[in-house]
Nanobody, 122 residues
Framework: VQLQASGGGLAQAGGSLRLSCTASGRDFDDYGVGWFRQAPGKEREFVSAVTWSGGSTYYAESVKGRFIISRDNAKNMAYLQMNKLKPEDTAVYYC????????????????WGQGTLVTVSS
């Protein structure tokens, strides 16, 4: 599975952005999809994840109630709708694919896409 994240850009605090993760290759719907982010000088951190069917979703406490993850297996796409953005959401965002049950750590993922930069101004 090859992944590519897109949709990043500049937003004002309180605004919204929608990130997309485009998958190519076979069997995308065999994989759970996660979103991670990495700010300058910080470790990569979990943001959100969705299971292969879309039936279960998971969020970091810092984004719960503001971000929504979804996927469309027919289109080989996953999305992260980011609302009520804050300056501390500024980071490079990555999507990743996992065949495992655990989905909150980078080591749980098998494939990674290139990141997309999100910058939130105050």
């Amino acid at each position: 599975v090859q992944l590519q994240a897109s949709g990043g850009g500049l937003a004002q605090a309180g605004g919204s952005l929608r990130l997309s993760c485009t998958a190519s290759g076979r069997d995308f719907d065999d994989y759970g999809v996660g979103w991670f982010r990495q700010a300058p000088g910080k470790e990569r951190e979990f943001v959100s994840a969705v299971t292969w069917s879309g039936g279960s979703t998971y969020y970091a406490e810092s984004v719960k109630g503001r971000f929504i993850i979804s996927r469309d297996n027919a289109k080989n796409m996953a999305y992260l709708q980011m609302n009520k953005l804050k300056p501390e959401d500024t980071a490079v965002y990555y999507c990743a694919a996992s065949k495992g049950l655990a989905m909150r750590a980078p080591r749980d993922y098998d494939y990674w896409g290139q990141g997309t930069l999100v910058t939130v101004s105050s």
